[in-house]
């Protein structure tokens, strides 16, 4: 049986991978596909390198604030979870 608190870190995992790929893996393919011919203009270079790193830096906003949520949601003080429980007396 999985934990509970095993299905968010994994959730968190993939996303990470699938983020991590969908924004770097994107470089190595434009570095192997240049040609002797091509010329690489460093403005545009530089656009793409800056809005690459505002990508990367809303997808790890987005699970920083994902994942406060739902721990603020998960440890409030009115989840009946967290409720002090007392034993009842035997009569």
Not at 21 to 26: E, H, P
């Given at each position: 049986m999985v934990s509970r608190s095993a299905l968010p870190w994994t959730m968190i995992g993939c996303l990470s991978v699938i983020c991590y790929?969908?924004?770097?893996?994107?470089n190595f393919i434009h570095?192997?596909?240049q040609g002797a011919e091509d010329l690489i203009i460093r403005r545009?270079?530089?656009w793409d390198l800056f809005y690459q790193g505002m990508?990367?830096?809303f997808v790890?906003?987005?699970l920083?604030?994902?994942t406060l949520v739902y721990i603020y949601w998960r440890f409030r003080e009115s989840n009946p979870k967290n409720r002090v429980r007392t034993e009842?007396?035997?009569a």
């Open positions: 790929l969908s924004i770097f893996g994107s570095v192997y596909a545009v270079a530089v990508v990367a830096a790890v906003g987005a920083v604030q994902g009842k007396k035997e």
